[in-house]
Nanobody, 124 residues
Framework: QVQLVESGGGTVQAGGSLRLSCVVS????????MGWFRQPPGEERRFVAA????????FYADNMKGRFTIFRDNAKNTAYLQMNGLKHEDTSVYYC?????????????????WGQGTQVTVSS
């Protein structure tokens, strides 16, 4: 059974940085493309970034470009989301997801496995 476990969330001041990690267990992470999504309080889940199975291609939501970086280390079965220049509006629960098709997707419905989420709070 495939499991995803996120970590790295917390509280940070505006302008600060956090790095989220997502460890894949049960099967090699290289079997999947990966994505990060976030869900602010009372709102729907939204796409943040995606990365192909081999890390060679990435894609970002427009308002994340230049601030967030998605990358992965398949040897460690881990995907990451480096977040710099955090803003109050980045406050959310962040989820990682895995997709059995190796191509990337921005649609949450196309992902097969999800982590439990990690809270990121940015104080202004």
């Amino acid at each position: 059974q495939v499991q995803l476990v996120e970590s790295g969330g917390g509280t940070v001041q505006a302008g600060g940085s956090l790095r989220l990690s997502c460890v894949v267990s049960g099967r090699p992470a290289s079997d999947y493309s990966m994505g990060w999504f976030r869900q602010p309080p009372g709102e729907e889940r939204r796409f943040v970034a995606a990365i192909a199975w081999n890390g060679e291609n990435t894609f970002y939501a427009d308002n994340m470009k230049g601030r967030f970086t998605i990358f992965r280390d398949n040897a460690k079965n881990t995907a990451y989301l480096q977040m710099n220049g955090l803003k109050h509006e980045d406050t959310s629960v962040y989820y990682c997801a895995a997709r059995e098709t190796r191509g990337m997707s921005i649609s949450s419905e196309s992902y097969d496995y999800w982590g439990q989420g990690t809270q990121v709070t940015v104080s202004s």
